[in-house]
């Protein structure tokens, strides 16, 4: 994985960026729904500032795809199970397109039943939970959605990888405007942190990584591990990890993440069986469309405008992610040079036009 | 609100502490059903060793039963809205009573559609999350709680309480055992933790708590309100209590924390309006209960074994909980000096027998 991108390094437009990932994912055998699915998912990272799972992923699904890891020709098959649940096969697609799927699968039963909910399987890596959360809220649902990695993150006062970084996601539909929308992982830092630490040279903050003891280290080399959300009450991070592995693995025929084949390899050619778990609540099913979306603009407006402590600032979970949005399709996506270089080799292989003029 | 007790200092057998809080409740005018689900909400926090929600709120509901605050002889309606999904009207009640029907309606709705989603509104404060995901449980779905309650909490970077501390839990079945066990507060610390600071002339831990103007304290004289979970990372703990204010207020009616009254008063005779938001999962319209039960067994093996740092020990969520419940049915419940304090009062007032030899 790669440091985020100093700004402004090499900017790219996100329709060539989008462009580039369809013909590069196509080339390298997905087949049309799922070259669709999977540039959607990391064009949401790249346009949100989500850079960690943003198009410098693509290299790594299209390592996938030519190892045999992810079928490029997946049939999905969702098996309803009751009124409002269902599990998703994924048949080993890229994960983009099974969640995808199960979102529009639980919009659809929530708009019978009120709630909609699906369990995934045979899946893979989905890239930015957010995606799909904001995918059900477009549908004028609540959107839930979880997933888990292999083990990177210990338990509280845990000295081992255990957890994933195990992803929490949620949206929630405003009138008028883009929804309150809220990603997480469940680690104290995402590990690009770490990175970023260690090539520029500064110190880990506190208590948000571990040497392989599973002591707390400030010296980005020695990292073996990330701590869970938290610090001292990582007990809570851990937990959150929990609901995550268990909403997206134990309940759905999902590996653990202790389980998972790594997702850096070195094996790509071996199908790594991930779970995720999505969640879609019907406001007509509950207090009503139209209260729903009053209630929840008054929210958004009494956040906004929350007092800011000296040199801080109140956001709504969402806002920064809507203004870098705004940000990036007018100025462009900033690339990272270890992303650039791996998209002129991609382009070299597979005849795609390079997204950007070198 | 009380720090918590020292351990030992008056020990009370579970049996005459729940005999006394339903005698009190129902001198205080809780009709039976009604007293009989506020005592086992509290028994469950003061047995699990939830001090803070456990029989020290005893007083405080009977302040809000003969207030008028809370309704004696609610008449609770379930307006089921759709297959999976619907809204418990709570009539004012303590929140325990329509909590635990909203997660009983959850469990219906789960075996017949796989889900069941409630949202209660004109509900009061219904003590441990915990509580009602365990009963969810119990019924052998995985369940999921949210609440929210006044604003106690700033905002990340914020300088005003803004959220309540607003409670995630969640339960899931393990096959002969107790279940997987998760209740978090989504601020930084209990309020409770700030008192016990405060009695014992002992420093806050860092960026926990803030001064009136939101600045980091260690003083716990100059706590204006707490801090969201995750420090520098505070973003994370506010966009979680977010989430429970979304299901709990926004998606049913219910208040938001900002609008609530307050908890500790003066205003006893005013209904608050509190909303909350059970979830039930049925595992049969998933990857199916035995090979759920078989998949959470696993994990939780393999969580107990993960590797501890030096001093620490690594629990699942919920077994600190089931070995203070198994230490306290056999060696009884401590209560603080105030709490004992006032069920002298209580025991005076209402004739019920004192549960401990004075």
Same mark, same amino acid.
């Given at each position: 994985?790669?440091?985020?991108?100093?700004?402004?390094?090499l900017n790219v437009?996100?329709?060539?960026?989008?462009?580039?990932c369809l013909?590069?994912?196509?080339?390298?055998?997905?087949d049309a729904?799922?070259?669709?699915?999977?540039? %959607?998912?990391?064009?949401?990272?790249?346009?949100?500032?989500?850079?960690?799972?943003?198009v410098?992923?693509?290299?790594h699904?299209v390592?996938?795809?030519?190892?045999?890891?992810?079928n490029?020709?997946p049939?999905?098959?969702?098996?309803r199970?009751?009124?409002?649940?269902?599990?998703?096969?994924?048949?080993?697609a890229?994960?983009?397109?099974p969640t995808y799927?199960?979102?529009?699968?639980a919009?659809?039963?929530?708009?019978?039943a009120?709630?909609?909910?699906?369990?995934?399987?045979?899946?893979?890596h989905?890239?930015?939970? /957010?995606?799909y959360? +904001?995918?059900?809220?477009e549908?004028?649902?609540v959107?839930?959605?979880?997933g888990?990695?292999?083990?990177?993150?210990?338990?509280?006062?845990?000295?081992?990888?255990?957890?994933?970084?195990?992803p +929490?996601?949620m949206?929630?539909?405003?009138p008028g405007?883009d929804?309150?929308?809220?990603?997480m992982?469940?680690?104290?830092i995402?590990?690009?942190?770490?990175?970023?630490? %260690?090539?520029?040279?500064?110190?880990?903050?506190?208590? $948000?990584?571990?040497d392989?003891?599973?002591?707390?280290?400030?010296?980005p080399?020695? $990292?073996?591990m990330?701590?869970?959300?938290?610090?001292a009450?990582?007990?809570k991070?851990? /937990?959150?990890a929990?609901?995550?592995?268990?909403?997206a %693995? $134990?309940?759905?025929?999902?590996?653990l993440?202790?389980?998972?084949?790594a997702?850096g390899?070195p094996?790509?050619s071996t199908?790594? /069986?991930?779970?995720a778990?999505?969640?879609?609540?019907?406001?007509?099913?509950f207090?009503?469309a139209?209260?729903m979306?009053r209630? +929840?603009?008054?929210?958004?407006?009494?956040?906004?405008?929350?007092?800011?402590?000296?040199?801080?600032?109140?956001?709504?979970?969402?806002d920064?992610?809507? %203004?870098?949005?705004?940000?990036?399709?007018?100025?462009? $996506?900033?690339?990272?040079?270890?992303?650039?270089?791996?998209?002129?080799?991609?382009?070299?292989e597979t005849?795609?036009?390079?997204?950007f003029?070198?």
């Amino acid at each position: 994985m790669n440091p985020l991108p100093p700004p402004g390094l090499l900017n790219v437009m996100p329709d060539r960026l989008s462009t580039f990932c369809l013909a590069v994912l196509r080339a390298a055998g997905a087949d049309a729904a799922s070259a669709e699915a999977c540039q %959607a998912s990391v064009m949401h990272g790249s346009l949100h500032g989500v850079d960690s799972h943003g198009v410098r992923l693509l290299p790594h699904y299209v390592e996938g795809l030519r190892g045999g890891r992810l079928n490029g020709a997946p049939r999905l098959r969702f098996e309803r199970r009751a009124a409002a649940a269902g599990i998703m096969h994924g048949d080993h697609a890229q994960g983009a397109l099974p969640t995808y799927a199960a979102a529009e699968e639980a919009c659809a039963m929530a708009v019978e039943a009120g709630v909609g909910a699906v369990g995934i399987r045979d899946s893979s890596h989905f890239g930015p939970a /957010g995606a799909y959360a +904001i995918r059900i809220a477009e549908r004028g649902k609540v959107g839930l959605v979880f997933g888990n990695s292999d083990a990177f993150v210990r338990l509280h006062e845990g000295a081992a990888r255990f957890h994933g970084t195990n992803p +929490i996601a949620m949206a929630a539909p405003a009138p008028g405007g883009d929804p309150w929308l809220f990603d997480m992982a469940t680690s104290a830092i995402p590990f690009n942190r770490v990175l970023l630490c %260690a090539s520029t040279g500064r110190p880990l903050p506190e208590a $948000v990584a571990s040497d392989v003891a599973g002591r707390d280290t400030h010296a980005p080399e020695a $990292v073996e591990m990330l701590a869970p959300l938290g610090g001292a009450f990582g007990y809570k991070g851990a /937990g959150l990890a929990g609901m995550a592995e268990i909403l997206a %693995a $134990v309940l759905t025929g999902g590996g653990l993440s202790r389980d998972l084949l790594a997702m850096g390899g070195p094996d790509f050619s071996t199908p790594r /069986g991930l779970g995720a778990f999505v969640l879609a609540l019907d406001p007509a099913a509950f207090v009503g469309a139209e209260a729903m979306a009053r209630a +929840i603009a008054r929210y958004l407006v009494a956040l906004r405008a929350s007092p800011a402590v000296e040199g801080g600032r109140v956001m709504a979970p969402g806002d920064r992610e809507w %203004a870098e949005r705004d940000r990036r399709n007018r100025q462009g $996506v900033p690339l990272d040079p270890d992303t650039a270089a791996a998209f002129r080799r991609l382009a070299g292989e597979t005849g795609a036009a390079l997204p950007f003029d070198d």
